[in-house]
């Protein structure tokens, strides 16, 4: 089989990079589905707030997956369903399965990653106790409570305040059962503000901060968590504990994105976002092979996934079409004093576009502080910001008319800085 | 009337099983959970030992060595994951080097073959991420890693196809005395047979002390452990003991047969023989404890913990064989390590003497040799295209980590002694044992459960008894 494009993942930011291709010229693309629907995650985010920068409206994930859907099956965009990827190869051959076909090889003149993110589990965060049934990671939860109609808890605890789990604090609470408390192990939430104040203060569910799980009890089902606070060494401090009688912990720990296959095409990754090295163009260290999305880096809102995989379509047809751009400089962004790390890392000042989003998190709470960007040495701009915290995606916007005014520096410094 | 009954599935129980199935014999094996595999047998090192640890002229000695010997047959015969990787057990520069002549010692005493001591420079080539400290160590060829839960779910059906008959979920209240043979009692019914095979792991001292006075004192020692991403699976590829030292009998760094890397486990002895719960002081033992030997082990990478107990009979030794005070009860106790390399050796030499007891005749219609569930991952593109053609469950991929396919969990479920529950189906197939750890694939776990057994969403369990996974429809519980 051969394509022009293959996507691997018909999620938002598969979906946003087909309809991206297709739109600038690609008439050859393949998406490759695992699941046995189009629109990834979503499909189970039932609450509404999606869409706000997109559509200018409030819509639940399945309606924000559907409009992008339609615009994949009116563009007559090929996609294969329950068809896992095995394999791609640095070559951009790639190796899939499925019960129909049984397992082939498309040769494609380029790929993109939209993969998506997984769930840090129990393992990861070495909680001590048992290993009953009742242990979810919120998403498990939320496939089973709004996918299969089941509940998989009555009485819950939740640890970590990631916006599934707020989310899954409200809908388990509203399918009839009753959360206990939602302990965070960060002095600070993870979630975005909003979810805080409708799905824990609304239904009066109390938020532990610099608190978690000690131990789990019960052999068979959970029957009992006991949580307690931390220290700034992030270490239980003796006698703070809290017990709770429940069956249920539900973890909202963080998303690792699931780059298993790139690392398999060779793809090289950032340790700090588990993500791959990108450029302005979204393009990997492997020539042709594009990533965007939670793959990419892990996101709060789905617009910006649809964004930023818009772009990576879009660069993607660019390059079937045109080949790569004769070597241009590359400048690094660098992300320091709070700044942990920058979607893209790397930047062409005379290939981008007219403006470049970049994005990025902040390592801590910072109040009244403000985004300063240097280019070299020399201050571009200070963007004063009241809050900004880890659990929220944070952005700087560069100007291809504006760098091209310093032809001489070498590097770009993203940092955080007193108002 | 049973010619015998064994208490226990797990390895040794199971190795029992599949050795008395030699026999034209009526046999059963009692088990109190749902599944073969339950308690020890699940929860190990995975590791077969050389045999160069046990005191010469011990059981322990005796079957660790003839245990080791086995295995590649067995691999073959039962087709489970086996793997002479080759252990080392390493020595620090602040150690007594003349402890590792010792153990090399005590293993020619045991016969262990090819053990050799080698200096750090020749153990670098082998390991390098040797710990900067490690000065020498004892290299024994033959010391290997093994799968825990296929090498028993293995024996226990080759022994059920040999007609060895099975009672899960069935747990052994009382046993008694009767006139020339015994009574046990479970929970509203009784078993009849003439012999009683005692391979009750941590609670073989329960059974024993019910039809005899020679006591036996089982001490459960908790062992915790971590298991790390297989993206941390070639850290060493030797399994790497330590020395006895100040930081106690040390941990191992090993990598399992499924391409993982282990590290453990902690040695507690605690009162409760159901206390399979890791604790924040054990896990971070393990951490400390473990670059004393290997360095910069990726701990950042663990995907699970978990605990066992090791069955410590207070004699030190393994106990077997009948009991002087009980005819016809046969013990296969105090079953620590090196108890799942030994377990082979254990079903030969505990059937041996049920049988000699019993007077049982050979079996020629026994079949040795079983098929485990077929690894896709092992064939060519052609072979698994034809595979997927003939069977397309094959082709559709549910545990994404493990690259597990509905294929192979249709498999789990209808075959000998099938899987039903989730880690039923784990432990045969590894869905939902990688890196989301079942994140993603036990909700359609449980839907082929619901559709294959069949069984009720709501009877779906993680483990069996009451681990049940939902609790009723939306609105509804």
Do not use: W
Request: hydrophobic share 40%.
């Amino acid at each position: 089989m051969k394509y022009d494009l293959v996507i691997v993942g018909g999620g938002p930011a598969g979906l946003a990079a087909a309809i991206a291709a297709k739109d600038n010229g690609i008439d050859s693309i393949l998406i490759i589905e695992r699941d046995r629907e189009l629109g990834g995650i979503l499909n189970q985010c039932i609450h509404n707030g999606f869409g706000l920068h997109t559509f200018k409206e409030e819509l639940t994930g399945p309606e924000y997956a559907s409009r992008f859907i339609s615009q994949v099956k009116e563009r007559g965009i090929e996609y294969k369903l329950n068809t896992m990827v095995m394999d791609i190869a640095n070559d951009k051959t790639v190796t899939a399965m499925n019960s129909e076909d049984g397992m082939f090889t498309i040769e494609a003149k380029a790929v993109v990653l939209a993969m998506g993110c997984r769930e840090r589990s129990r393992g990861a965060l070495n909680i001590p106790g048992y290993r009953p049934a009742g242990i979810f990671s919120a998403g498990t939860a939320q496939r089973l409570v709004n996918i299969e109609g089941y509940m998989p808890g009555r009485r819950v605890v939740i640890l970590g305040s990631g916006d599934i789990g707020l989310i899954m604090a409200r809908r388990m609470t509203l399918e009839g059962a009753k959360v206990l408390a939602v302990a965070e192990l960060m002095p600070y939430s993870g979630g975005l503000k909003r979810n805080i104040v409708q799905c824990l203060d609304d239904f009066d569910i109390p938020l532990y901060l610099s608190h978690t799980v000690v131990d789990i009890e019960g052999k068979e089902r959970v029957e009992g968590i006991t949580i307690a606070e931390v220290g700034p060494d992030r270490k239980p401090i003796p006698g703070s504990e809290i017990h709770y009688d429940c069956d249920t912990l539900l973890l909202s720990c963080g998303l690792l994105p699931e780059n298993e296959l790139s690392k398999t095409a060779g793809v090289e990754l950032s340790p700090i976002t588990s993500g791959p090295i990108v450029n302005d163009s979204l393009e990997t260290n492997i020539e042709g092979v594009f990533a965007c999305g939670n793959v990419l880096h892990v996101h709060d809102l789905v617009d910006f996934v649809s964004q930023e995989a818009t772009n990576a379509g879009k660069n993607a047809a660019k390059y079937i079409l045109e080949g790569h751009p004769a070597a241009a400089k590359e400048l690094e962004i660098l992300p320091v004093d709070g700044v942990r790390y920058t979607v893209p890392r790397y930047i062409r000042p005379e290939v981008m576009d007219d403006t470049l989003t970049v994005r990025f998190r902040v390592g801590q709470v910072f109040k009244n502080c403000a985004i300063a960007t240097y280019f070299g040495d020399q201050l571009i701009s200070k963007r004063k910001r009241p809050v900004m915290a880890p659990g929220e995606m944070e952005q700087v916007i560069l100007k291809k008319s504006q760098l091209a005014e310093y032809p001489d520096i070498t590097n770009i410094t993203i940092k955080i800085e007193e108002a | 009337m049973y010619d015998v009954a064994i208490i226990g599935a797990g390895v040794v129980g199971s190795a029992i099983a599949r050795e008395l199935s030699r026999y034209k014999v009526n046999a059963c094996v009692i088990e109190r959970d749902e599944d073969v595999c339950c308690g020890t047998s699940k929860a190990n090192s995975a590791i077969v030992h050389a045999g160069f640890d046990a005191t010469p002229g011990t059981l322990k000695a005796q079957l660790n060595v003839r245990g080791n010997e086995m295995m590649d047959q067995l691999s073959k015969d039962l087709d489970f994951p086996f793997k002479r990787n080759g252990s080392l057990v390493v020595c620090t520069k602040d150690q007594d080097p003349s402890l590792l002549e010792e153990l090399l010692e005590k293993g020619k005493k045991n016969g262990v073959p090819d053990l050799k001591i080698i200096d750090r420079e020749e153990l670098l080539k082998m390991e390098p991420n040797l710990a900067d400290d490690v000065v020498k160590a004892l290299y024994a060829p033959t010391g290997a890693i093994v799968c825990p839960f296929h090498l028993t779910i293995a024996l226990a059906e080759n022994a059920a196809d040999n007609g060895v008959e099975f009672f899960l979920n069935t747990e052994v209240k009382e046993i008694k005395k009767a006139d020339g043979h015994y009574v046990l009692t479970t929970e509203g019914e009784t078993i009849e047979a003439k012999t009683v095979v005692n391979a009750a792991g941590v609670y073989a001292d329960r059974f024993n002390n019910m039809v005899s006075d020679k006591k036996l004192e089982i001490i459960a020692r908790r062992g915790q452990y971590m298991l790390l991403d297989k993206d941390a699976g070639a850290h060493v590829s030797h399994t790497v003991f330590q020395l006895p030292g100040k930081m106690g009998k040390g941990v191992l760094v090993t990598p399992t047969v499924h391409g993982n890397l282990l590290v453990g486990p902690t040695a507690e002895d605690i009162e409760n023989k159901e206390g399979v719960n890791t604790t924040m002081e054990g896990l971070d033992s393990l951490a400390a404890t473990s670059s004393l030997s290997v360095k910069n082990v990726p701990l950042r990478q663990v995907i699970t913990s978990f605990a066992g107990l090791r069955a410590h009979e207070a004699g030190g030794d393994f106990v077997i064989g009948e009991a002087e005070d009980a005819k016809g009860f046969f013990n296969a106790a105090g079953i620590e390590s090196p108890g799942l390399s030994s377990a082979p050796a254990i079903g030969e030499m505990v059937a041996a003497q049920v049988a000699a007891s019993l007077g049982l005749e050979k079996d020629p219609s026994f079949n040795g040799t079983r098929k485990g569930i077929l690894n896709p991952a092992g064939l060519s593109m052609e072979e698994r295209n034809e595979l997927i053609r003939s069977n397309p469950a094959y082709g559709q991929i549910i545990c994404r980590c493990e690259s597990v396919s509905e294929g192979e969990i249709l498999d789990a479920i209808h075959r000998t002694l099938g899987a039903r529950s989730l880690d039923g189906v784990k432990r045969r197939t590894r869905a939902g044992m990688g890196r989301c750890q079942s994140g993603f694939c036990s909700p359609k776990v449980m839907e082929i459960l619901e559709r294959e057994v069949p069984m009720s969403m709501f009877d779906v369990t993680k483990n069996g008894h009451d681990s049940k996974i939902v609790f009723g429809y939306n609105k509804k519980i």
